[in-house]
């Protein structure tokens, strides 16, 4: 048992939703500092802050996988990210299919170079533009799009999406009571899938008796016996988790990368002159800005204390990776972009059995975007007359990032 | 017990009981990761000497066939034995010799400027564009000089050297005692400053930008270009100091003269000259050219002018990888 004095950590009932969304990083910073395990009252959870405690609650035996109350009324029963066991199972091997690296190299080259090529010939002898939702987002939703056969849902639809979802995904403000603070916050989600579900049920309709190669086709058939399918009803969290975390990541990792680099004009430099150093900018604008800053949670299945503090079985732990890229028992001046820092695994991807299904397939995404952002306007700048906006708490990124060239 | 991991060159200490990625990471080395935990596949590399042990490596994201191909996962491989990994598409190379050759000509051909023509016993086999390196009698030192020729000029390898004053290799060699029929000492062909492979090159244009001797691969690599695709563009900036440092004009006319879509174009940095360009050659590049998209562009150099070319094919919108620039320290900078 452990007696350590218990820190005052009083400070916590005055930080807000939207304190965190705005930025997060003072915040995380002295719960890092003063207790790297907390109960953290506006989010009715407790969280885990530094990178070994995040680690150590991710890998560790005595947790499982669970969603978030907000995530959880958003998605639905069974979200890959909130099951363990057999169903788990039985989700990671409906997706990981059409992610294996094998795999994704066959194709990767094929499906998202001509993305980039299409939405750079729209804007780049404009000499100026917003690449958040001209370039990173559109080529980041279309390329997804493409694999999962949602071929016939536009990309401003992808996008709007994933936004919604991202809203009602992170609406975790919690009551004392542990009810949610703002449950109209769930609205724009709910209006969302009922549009997804107009929509893909259809495809899903054709896809049982036409089976292609789509991954959700796959997902609907891959492993069950002749002439039976999944139940839509229970691949559909699954679906969510895809249309909006997947959906939306690899273009907050771009934009944050590229806000990253302009930040280090040399290291642009260098990052468009030398296209080897492309997924090693990526890598670091990854630890910079965490794009899946503070989304998911595992749950204690005994009672253990973490970090100095006992906790009882069943217990949810939020998990702050983007925090804890910013530890600074690991990375020196962690807010500094540096693409020559040491090269220090990050958590933005995750860890344990949880760890993220599509970390191959997105930085190839993100790389070949990149590389054609910078073969068609190598003489990129941030246009300083705008400035960056960063938002998000659960997930984080530039809300724009207005660019000029010479043309 | 440690072994050795050699990437790309530099090697690293690895304990049996670390990962290559590990060892790799701590020394400084940056290699694509992102799981560390065997599952996402990004730090798959090509073991091409030595042996792993794929520990957990799992079968779903490296298969049989690929450890069968001497693939591994950086992140989970242990080593046990010494271990080379490979880099980025090892290209085929033309073998390095050591050549003895012989002094053929040795002319002065503009301002503290002199081709230097060397007979070869056999054939060197290069690309043009590439470089050779010569022992200076006496004194061990090396100095790189790039090669003037087409790959089918074989025999007779021409270089082009400018006199620095009091340097070991130009005042006290090649511009003093060195005479028709002496023996030269070299090393080549070397550097990776040359023309794609053929197949590879589709004829686009081309931009060739050099500073005082520093043109001396271009004239290669122009001829080389204009020999494989006759009409294709190709624009030769010279930028020199004054029109005493110009040589070789007439060579150029002739190249004009049988392609209409060849430019050679002087440009005068200090001492401007009826009838020339003055400037840097890159700024008059800028001038030239609205658009690069689609371009090659060739840069050999001082440093500073090589710098300013690269800022200006960018600002002109040629694609960062059709850039080439020669790397190495031109000789003129060391004497
Ligand atoms: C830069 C882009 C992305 C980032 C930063 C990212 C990051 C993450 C993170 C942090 C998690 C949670 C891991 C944990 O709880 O330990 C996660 C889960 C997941 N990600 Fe990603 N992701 C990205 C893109 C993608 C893409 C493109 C796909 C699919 C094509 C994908 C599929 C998944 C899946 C299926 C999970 C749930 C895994 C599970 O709970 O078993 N991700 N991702
Ligand atoms: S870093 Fe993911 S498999 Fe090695």
Redesign the interface.
Known sequence: MTTTEKPDLSWLDDVTMSELERNPYRTYERLRAEAPLAFVPVLGSYVASTAEVCREVATSPDFEGVITPAGGRTFGHPAIIGVNGDIHADLRSMV?PAL???EVDRWIDDLVRPIARRYLEQFENDGQAELVSQFCEPVSVRALGDLLGLQSVDSDKLREWFAKLNRSFTNAAMTEDGEFANPEGFREGDEAKAEIRAIVDPLIDRWIVEPDDSAISHWLHDGMPPGQTRDREYIYPTIYVYLLGAMQEPGHGMASTLVGLFSRPEQLEQV?????LI??AI?EGMRWTSPIWSATARISTKPVTVAGVDIPAGTPVMLSYGSANHDTGVYEAPSTYDLHR????HL??G??SH??AG??FA?HVMRIAMEEL??????LERDTREGVDFWGWGFRGPTSLHVT??? | MGFAVTVGGRRVECDADQSLLDAC?RA??????????G????C?LQVVGGEVDHRDSPF??L?AE?RAAGMALACQARPVSDVEVGG?GDRATHPLRDLTATVLEVADIARDTRRVLLGLPEPLAFSAGQYVELVVPGSGARRQYSLANTADEDKVLELHVRRVPGGVATDGWLFGGLAVGDEVEATGPLGDFHLPPESDDDGGPMVLVGGGTGLAPLVGIARTALARHPSREVLLYHGVRGAADLYDLDRFAELAEEHAGFRFVPVLSEEPAAGRRSGFPTDAFVEDVP?ARGWSGWLSGPPAMVEAG?KA???R?????H?HREKFTPADALG
């Open positions: 990981e294996q690296p094998v468009v002159d030398d296209p080897v997924p090693r890598s040491p090269p220090l695994p933005a991807f860890a344990g760890a993220c970390i191959y930085n910078f073969e068609a306007i190598p003489n060239w010479e043309v | 990471l400084g080395l940056w290699m694509p990761n992102s799981c560390n935990q599952t996402c596949g990004t798959k779903d994201t298969t690929e980025a658009s690269v094919f960018k600002r919108r040629m694609a960062p990888r850039i």
